[in-house]
């Protein structure tokens, strides 16, 4: 089976290539590397595009062939700021959270964003502006837009495509002799259409060598049709974060049923993440389980699998011998191997009871005196029975009844459009109302909303759960953390964000401008710190200046900040 999966590698390979050995590339960086995230790693709606290299503020980052600067990124949150690098043969290179652009990158990026007047920007350059040879220095590691701490996340794709490919096949040298590990295993039992009618967990246990059994090797089913997810990490040697797998492997008896092994995937399929994990197990109790088998919505081309997409049937009175098999990059293995049984005489498992049945692969609508939900083909990864609830509340600052749309752990691939009816909302208040998300102990969050001829208020939202429409009418805040009259001498000054209502969907962030005696400055927005800062570089001359800061919400609440200041 080994030689399989070599055989089928070497074939993607040389279709994504033209017929092209795989080139030589350089590594990103100098010296050991140690990774934090590994290619097609679990994340929260997405796989992970790249690998993340671990190491200190500053440390010089190096194109990795010949090319040219195709693209610069700078944004709130995402890469943060980012590289692309295109390289002959189709492949473009991809450098994220960088500190800083090597000098003369920085100072075109400063540049461009004075001329455009945003912090954001998202320049695409043509071959001559900034050529590359390998090696060159073209920036430095930072930790720059949503990160936990300091490293580079690096990508490789391919450039007609866009599609991500495994930094790992492509001679990146990562030291690893370290098996994967396998934590839990989880049985489906399932009804003869492929529903799921309930979800178990059981321990399991190390034998050592790799492999792995439950404490009691046979796990005893009621229904003849299951299927499985395992939860499994990978670690590489110097470091202990839990991070994906490369390759997995299920077998029934001695028969192939599912597999996959994390070589590419198309960056536009991403979301299909939340079909390929158990979604359910990741909201509710962060746990990871990987799926053994394919949900029908699940369009991810990377499986291998029969003609059940790994869904299990017991033969009468017999037992299944399940083996699975865990590999890394440098095939490093670990096992698994149990038994399953139906058990005798067992009550058959029980649909839970819904409102509404919404085919996966079909356009879905629900249509109420108070609610309109329309669902486009492909929203679902699978059939849905759908529960629906109609909540009376008497909140004060509720303007609408509450809708309990079904579970917040049943995943959504594409947005639907969700109308609802209010209640009485004063007129004044109306260009300030928002569909409101309100989990069960949680914050509300907007996902923004306008007014239908109808008089209902639609929003695109992918999401199940609590909606019901509020108002916000308070502008946000704008506190000094680092500011004065007199700053002669600093390096910079900044500001702390806040919203009373935190955004979700296609609604808005906060949106800033900032001025200096009447003209734009460029401040830069820590997301995921919520801070706003500007870093003095000599466009404001010493003397007497006026600064003011314009803070807007999604609702068009807006706050200023103005005082003046020596320079």
């Not at 030291?175 to 059981?202: K, Q």
């Not at 309109?372 to 008497?394: K, N």
């Not at 500007?534 to 706050?559: A, Q, W, Y």
Request: charged letters at 25%; proline letters at 6%.
């Amino acid at each position: 089976m080994r030689s399989l999966w070599f055989i089928f590698s070497i074939i993607f390979f040389i279709a994504q290539s033209g017929s092209q050995p795989t080139p030589d590339f350089s590594p990103p960086v100098q010296g050991v590397i140690e990774l934090t995230g590994t290619f097609c790693e679990l994340r929260a709606d997405h796989f992970h595009a790249g690998i993340d290299i671990r190491g200190p503020v500053g440390r010089p980052i190096y194109a990795i062939a010949d090319g040219f600067i195709k693209r610069i990124v700078v944004s709130v949150s995402g890469y943060g700021q980012g590289l692309y690098l295109e390289h002959p043969g189709g492949y473009t290179s991809v450098y994220g959270h960088l500190d800083r652009f090597r000098d003369d990158v920085m100072d075109y990026t400063r540049t461009q964003q004075y001329t455009q007047e945003s912090f954001q920007l998202d320049e695409e350059l043509s071959p001559d502006i900034f050529p590359v040879r390998k090696g060159d220095l073209i920036g430095y590691m930072g930790q720059r837009g949503f990160v936990s701490g300091p490293h580079l996340h690096f990508e490789i794709r391919e450039t007609h495509s866009g599609r991500n490919l495994n930094p790992l096949n492509f001679g990146i040298p990562v030291a690893d002799d370290r098996r994967p590990f396998i934590s839990s295993l989880r049985v489906y039992e399932l009804d003869e259409r492929g529903t799921v009618l309930r979800g178990r967990d059981f321990a399991v246990r190390s034998r050592g060598g790799g492999s792995y059994s439950l404490a009691n090797d046979t796990v005893r089913v009621q229904s003849p049709y299951y299927a499985l997810g395992i939860k499994a990490y990978d670690q590489q040697n110097g470091r202990d974060n839990f991070n994906g797998i490369y390759r997995l492997q299920m077998w029934q008896q001695d028969s192939l049923r599912f597999a996959y092994q994390m070589d590419h995937f198309d960056v536009a399929q991403t979301r299909y993440l939340n079909a390929h994990l158990d979604y359910g197990e990741q909201r509710v109790r962060n746990s990871w389980f990987q799926r053994a088998y394919r949900m029908p919505g699940n369009a991810l081309d990377f499986y291998q699998s029969d003609t059940a997409n790994g869904r299990l049937q017991l033969a009468h009175n017999q037992a299944d011998f399940i083996r699975f098999a865990i590999s890394d990059h440098q095939d490093n293995d670990a096992s698994l191997q149990l038994a399953v049984k139906q058990q005798t005489n067992a009550p058959p498992l029980q649909n839970r009871v819904y409102n509404y049945y919404l085919p996966y692969d079909e356009e879905n609508l629900i249509d109420n005196a108070s609610l309109r939900a329309h669902f486009p083909p492909g929203a679902l990864y699978e059939d849905l029975y759908l529960d629906y609830d109609l909540v009376m509340e008497q909140t004060q600052g509720l303007y609408a009844p509450v809708h309990r749309i079904h579970r917040s752990s049943t995943p959504l691939h594409r947005y639907y459009d969700l109308h609802l009816r209010p209640n009485h909302i004063p007129e004044n208040l109306r260009p300030k109302a928002l569909i409101a998300y309100c989990e069960d102990g949680d914050a509300p969050i907007s996902f923004g909303g306008e007014w239908t001829p109808e008089g209902r208020l639609r929003a695109p939202v992918r999401a199940f759960g609590n909606f019901t429409i509020m108002v916000d009418s308070t502008p946000p805040t704008i506190t000094p953390e680092r500011f004065g009259s007199d700053m002669r001498g600093w390096d910079r000054f900044s500001f702390r964000l806040a919203d009373d209502f935190p955004t979700a969907g296609k609604a808005n962030g906060l949106q800033f401008r900032a001025e200096v005696d009447g003209r734009w400055i460029l401040m830069e927005f820590d997301g995921l710190k919520s801070r706003l800062y500007h870093v003095f570089d000599g466009r404001i001359p010493p003397g007497s200046h006026t600064f003011r800061l314009i803070v807007k919400d999604d609702r068009g609440n807006t706050s200023v900040f103005e005082q003046p200041f020596v320079r």
